[in-house]
């Protein structure tokens, strides 16, 4: 079996898009042939360490590209004035946000800062790839969204070879209706994602409610659900060392770390941060909060609205090893899904940062829906918890609970939550998938 991947956010970029097809591929690629086709910076190195096992990595130059802050330094200072002098960045990617979905659908741009890719290269590199392998070889081609473009590689490749090929569109984004962009509210996007998906023999997509809410009423039963995964590489040793860690903390402290993104709409600090606010005027334990990505500003603004600036290390961008040591370093781990007001959108929001947060193997503070899906999941440790967007008082009395005495978590219960969402037990289900769709088109 050949698997022709084309997933423009390259494995070599610092970016969670960059990991689900990385880790896919490795262990696709044991037992099958993979070429994972991407998208290149000329003349840039690898930003972060990747491994794609035996998989051939096909690189596609990008035509041209603007570099923004998601592959810039660090800002390692919290003063105001470092921050900013990053106040036009900030505003214009509010601007993008709405503006980039309308531009995807109609040329072969991406995030990431201003990305065009060359469409006409990718379909020559594909062309070449599957005429020189059929009909020797059954061939699966994946076409990864974002960007849009990759969606009409697979229809180009769909239409022309039919049955010789199977085509597996992958979203790990909704194409329509996405919580942080009001364009995409539009019918058109609605539209022009059935009309392209027509032809597609399978559609992954990463949550049930995105699964059951978008994709099922335009696709029918050909949408499956293949979440964004993680990889456990802590022995049991190594984990109860971990607790070990925990039990000698200091009395009445609490070190915790948010290492993802916010959204202007959909995803905000604001109800953490007024919880610090809440305990700084009735509690006298020791909080820090550490802080790394590329919202770094809004965070800053925030902590400093509210008077708790004190309390925040702000990193800025990080690469990714350096954030997963801030992870490794704190006692409890900040998450924001979803603060919005369509709780019906709320419930299926998964970020790829959750299942690297269980990977740490330590508790978490979740801010999502009442209804979110993997409510239970995260829950099941016994220490991590989820609150409404407006559950400031739980929020800060947990987090004093927590500094006071903080229990350990059940190992085992998150290790079977761990197990479910392992790249090497996704990639199973997606071969035995695989498998079947073959079988329905013999």
Not at 20 to 27: A, I, P
Not at 225 to 237: D, T, V
Not at 328 to 352: C, F, H, S, W
Request: glycine share 4%.
């Amino acid at each position: 079996m050949l698997y022709v991947i084309v997933a423009p956010f390259s494995p070599k970029w610092n970016n969670i898009a960059s990991v689900r097809w990385e880790r896919l591929s490795r262990y696709l690629s044991r037992s099958n042939r993979v070429i994972l086709v991407t998208s290149k910076f000329p003349g840039q190195d690898s930003y972060r360490p990747f491994d794609i096992g035996t998989a051939i990595l096909v690189e596609v130059p990008l035509k041209a590209f603007k570099r923004n802050l998601n592959t810039a330094s660090a800002i390692t200072g919290t003063t105001a004035g470092k921050l900013r002098s990053h106040l036009l960045a900030r505003v214009g990617g509010k601007l993008k946000s709405e503006l980039r979905p309308l531009l995807e659908l109609m040329f072969p741009i991406s995030s990431g800062g201003v990305l065009l890719h060359d469409f006409r290269s990718y379909v020559t590199k594909i062309k070449e790839i599957i005429e020189d392998n059929l009909p020797k070889e059954k061939i699966v081609l994946v076409t990864s969204y974002g960007p849009w473009f990759s969606l009409k590689i697979g229809q180009y490749f769909k239409d022309r070879f039919a049955k010789d090929i199977l085509w597996i569109a992958d979203f790990t984004d909704p194409s329509f209706r996405m919580p942080e962009c009001r364009v995409s509210n539009l019918p058109l996007f609605k539209k022009a994602t059935k009309r392209i998906l027509t032809n597609a023999d399978a559609v992954l997509v990463v949550s049930k409610g995105v699964l059951e809410d978008y994709y099922r009423p335009l696709c029918g039963s050909k949408v499956y659900l293949l979440p964004m995964g993680c990889e456990n590489s802590f022995s049991e040793k190594e984990l109860l060392m971990r607790i070990s860690d925990n039990e000698q903390r200091s009395e009445n402290s609490l070190i915790i770390a948010y290492t993802g993104s916010l959204q202007p709409k959909s995803a905000k600090i604001t109800p953490f941060v007024r919880a610090l606010k809440l305990l700084k005027t009735q509690s006298s334990i020791d909080i820090k909060f550490i802080y790394a990505g590329k919202d770094f500003l809004e965070v800053h603004d925030e902590f400093a609205r509210n008077g708790v600036d004190s309390m925040l290390i702000n990193y800025g961008l990080v690469p990714r090893d350096h954030a997963i040591e801030i992870q490794r370093k704190a006692d409890l781990l900040l998450l924001i899904p979803y603060t919005g007001d369509d709780e019906l959108v709320g419930r299926a929001v998964r970020p790829g940062k959750v299942y690297e947060y269980l990977a740490s193997f330590k508790p978490m503070l979740v801010i999502a829906p009442k209804s979110w899906e993997l409510r239970d999941e995260i829950e099941a440790d016994g220490v991590s918890k989820v609150f409404d967007k407006n559950e400031i008082d739980q929020m800060a009395s947990f987090l004093v609970r927590l500094a006071k005495n903080m229990p350990a978590i059940d190992l085992q219960r998150r290790k079977q939550v761990v197990e479910r969402y392992l790249y090497s037990n996704l990639t199973k289900e997606l071969e035995e998938l695989v498998k079947n769709l073959w079988k329905g088109i013999s």
